[in-house]
C-alpha cells in the first residue's frame, strides 16, 4: 500500500516539459523588463545602435533623476495622484462589486435577471462612445482638471459586478444564507458575516486587477486632467513631447512607474494565492 502511494505520488509529479515550459513563459515575460532596464541604463543613442551590447549601461540612475527632477513631468504629483485613483477606484469597485454581486447572485427580487442583463449589456459598449458625452458632463460639474473626474466615473464596473456574481452563485451556498437570517441577522448583517468571507479570494483578485488597470489607464485622464494635475501615465507622456525622443529616458520612466506595481505584486501575492486556494478548498 506504501509502495503504491509513492508510486502515485511519483507519476503526479510535473515532467520535464512542464518545468521546460514555466522556464519559457518567465523568460518571455521578464524579457520586456530587461529590455527596458537595456534600453534605460543607457543614452539616446543606445536603441539605433546596431552594435548594441546585451549587458546593462551604467546611467540608468542618471536616466532616473532626470525623470524625477523634470518639472514638465512633474513626478511626485503625478505618482501621489496616481496613488490616490487608484487605490480610491480598486476599493470603491471591490466594494460596490461585492454588494451588487450578492445581490444578483443570492437575493430574489423583482427585475433581477432583466438588471443583471442590462448591466452586462453595457460591457459591449467601446469607451470611446462615451468620452465626448463624459467630458461634457465633467466640464459641466467643473470637474475637468481634478481628480474627481478621473475617480467618479470608475467607481464601479460591470466586469467587478459580474465578477462577484458569477463567484458568490457557485461558491456561496444558499443554506448560510437562510441560517443567518435564522439566527436574526438583517441582511446587511448576513453579507458582512456570510458573504464577505466567501467573497474575499475574489474580491482580492479583483482589487489586483482594478488597481493595475487603473494604474496603467491613460486615455481617459490624458483627456480630462491638465498638465499641472496628471497621473502618472500622462505626466510619463510628456517625455515623448519633443522634436527629438531620447528612449533611454522614456523607459526609465517606465520602470519607475512600474516599481510600485512590482512592490505590490510582491507583498500581496502569496496573500493572494492562499486565499485563491482557501476558497477553491472551501467551495
Given at each position: 500500500m506504501a509502495l503504491r502511494t509513492k508510486a502515485s505520488v511519483q507519476l503526479n509529479r510535473p515532467g520535464w516539459f512542464v518545468y521546460t515550459s514555466l522556464v519559457i513563459v518567465l523568460v518571455a515575460s521578464l524579457f520586456p523588463f530587461y529590455w527596458s532596464f537595456l534600453i534605460g541604463s543607457g543614452d539616446a543613442s543606445t536603441i539605433r545602435d546596431p552594435n548594441m551590447s546585451w549587458w546593462p549601461g551604467g546611467n540608468f540612475i542618471e536616466n532616473a533623476q532626470t525623470v524625477i527632477n523634470n518639472p514638465a513631468v512633474n513626478f511626485w504629483k503625478a505618482l501621489s495622484n496616481s496613488v490616490i485613483v487608484s487605490v480610491t477606484v480598486s476599493t470603491t469597485t471591490v466594494v460596490l462589486s461585492?454588494?451588487?454581486?450578492?445581490?444578483?447572485?443570492?437575493?430574489?427580487?423583482?427585475?433581477?435577471?432583466?438588471?443583471?442583463?442590462?448591466?452586462?449589456?453595457?460591457?459591449?459598449?467601446?469607451?470611446?462612445?462615451?468620452?465626448?458625452?463624459?467630458?461634457?458632463?465633467?466640464?459641466?460639474?467643473?470637474?475637468?482638471?481634478?481628480?474627481?473626474?478621473?475617480?467618479?466615473?470608475?467607481?464601479?464596473?460591470?466586469?467587478?459586478?459580474?465578477?462577484?456574481?458569477?463567484?458568490?452563485?457557485?461558491?456561496?451556498?444558499?443554506?448560510?444564507?437562510?441560517?443567518?437570517?435564522?439566527?436574526?441577522?438583517?441582511?446587511?448583517?448576513?453579507?458582512?458575516?456570510?458573504?464577505?468571507?466567501?467573497?474575499?479570494?475574489?474580491?482580492?483578485?479583483?482589487?489586483?486587477?482594478?488597481?493595475?488597470?487603473?494604474?496603467?489607464?491613460?486615455?481617459?485622464?490624458?483627456?480630462?486632467?491638465?498638465?499641472?494635475?496628471?497621473?502618472?501615465?500622462?505626466a510619463l507622456s510628456m517625455l515623448q513631447a519633443n522634436y527629438f525622443v531620447d528612449y533611454s529616458l522614456v523607459l526609465a520612466g517606465v520602470l519607475l512607474a512600474t516599481v510600485p506595481l512590482l512592490i505590490l505584486f510582491i507583498f500581496t501575492g502569496r496573500q493572494l494565492v492562499s486565499g485563491i486556494m482557501q476558497g477553491a478548498v472551501k467551495g
Open positions: 461585492m454588494l451588487a454581486g450578492f445581490a444578483f447572485a443570492k437575493l430574489r427580487f423583482k427585475g433581477n435577471g432583466v438588471l443583471f442583463v442590462a448591466v452586462i449589456a453595457t460591457m459591449a459598449v467601446p469607451v470611446q462612445l462615451g468620452v465626448v458625452p463624459l467630458y461634457i458632463l465633467m466640464s459641466q460639474y467643473g470637474w475637468t482638471g481634478t481628480l474627481g473626474a478621473v475617480i467618479i466615473p470608475a467607481l464601479v464596473t460591470a466586469f467587478g459586478v459580474f465578477w462577484m456574481t458569477q463567484y458568490l452563485q457557485q461558491s456561496l451556498p444558499s443554506e448560510l444564507i437562510e441560517a443567518a437570517r435564522v439566527d436574526g441577522c438583517n441582511m446587511l448583517r448576513t453579507f458582512w458575516h456570510v458573504g464577505v468571507p466567501a467573497a474575499r479570494p475574489a474580491a482580492a483578485m479583483l482589487f489586483l486587477f482594478t488597481f493595475v488597470a487603473s494604474w496603467n489607464n491613460f486615455f481617459w485622464p490624458f483627456i480630462v486632467l491638465d498638465q499641472s494635475n496628471p497621473t502618472l501615465p500622462v
